[in-house]
Antibody
Framework: EVQLLESGGGLVQPGGSLRLSCAAS????????MSWVRQAPGKGLEWVSY???????YYVDSVRGRFTISRDNSKNTLYLQMNSLRAEDTAVYYC???????????????WGKGTTVTVSS | QSVLTQPPSVSGAPGQRVTISCTGSSSNIAAGSDVHWYQQLPGTAPKVLIY???NRPSGVPDRFSGSKSGTSASLAITGLQAEDEADYYC???????????FGGGTKLTVL
């Protein structure tokens, strides 16, 4: 069974750091692009960052320079290092497996249950 | 303000048909990027409902269908059921932003 399990969320003060992890199982992790998607309380979904199977990375403007996505294919794990956290980063962070032939038709076919990040003093 | 625009809410009685629109621009839907739809039941993670404009993953009932034309896409749900009450999101790729974008979401209420 294909599964994604996020961890690492918690309460952090503004300006602080947190590292999220997403453990993947049931598929060949190294062959797929992976994304982080977040959802602020009571709000919609927002794509945050992408890690390609070939090493490419992309970020939404609001987190570029503060967040770093990485992956360890030997551990089947995706990471999101979040620095200089702000109140507006408070959200549930989902890890998602991407599927498709090229960026313009990529969609997220498997989602984890999410991990909650709260940025507050 | 989301890059893709959806109505905040729609409603319908059991058995009826509802549609949810998703309007984009020349850098996403009109540029040929596929549109995908997700269903998010209360308190759960999103689940893909329609991919590649009009394709259903296995297990998704054929009551759900997608279409796309020009700068817009639509999700249609026929034979509305109580368990369809959820939030629905469209998603595409934006070449100007070099990233994936979601609509603001539509809350479906079954009356």
């Amino acid at each position: 069974e294909v599964q994604l399990l996020e961890s690492g969320g918690g309460l952090v003060q503004p300006g602080g750091s947190l590292r999220l992890s997403c453990a993947a199982s049931g598929f060949t992790f190294s062959s797929y692009g992976m994304s982080w998607v977040r959802q602020a309380p009571g709000k919609g979904l927002e794509w945050v960052s992408y890690s390609g199977s070939g090493g490419s990375t992309y970020y939404v403007d609001s987190v570029r320079g503060r967040f770093t996505i990485s992956r360890d294919n030997s551990k089947n794990t995706l990471y999101l290092q979040m620095n200089s956290l702000r109140a507006e980063d408070t959200a549930v962070y989902y890890c998602a497996k991407q599927r498709g032939r090229q960026y313009s038709n990529y969609y997220m076919d498997v989602w984890g249950k999410g991990t909650t990040v709260t940025v507050s003093s | 303000q989301s890059v893709l625009t959806q109505p905040p809410s729609v409603s319908g009685a059991p058995g009826q048909r509802v549609t949810i629109s998703c309007t984009g621009s020349s850098s996403n839907i009109a540029a040929g990027s596929d549109v995908h739809w997700y269903q998010q039941l209360p308190g759960t993670a999103p689940k893909v409902l329609i991919y590649g404009d009009n394709n259903r993953p296995s297990g998704v009932p054929d009551r759900f269908s997608g279409s796309k034309s020009g700068t817009s896409a639509s999700l249609a749900i026929t034979g509305l059921q109580a368990e369809d009450e959820a939030d629905y999101y469209c998603q595409s790729y934006d070449s100007s932003l070099s990233g994936w974008v979601f609509g603001g979401g539509t809350k479906l209420t079954v009356l």
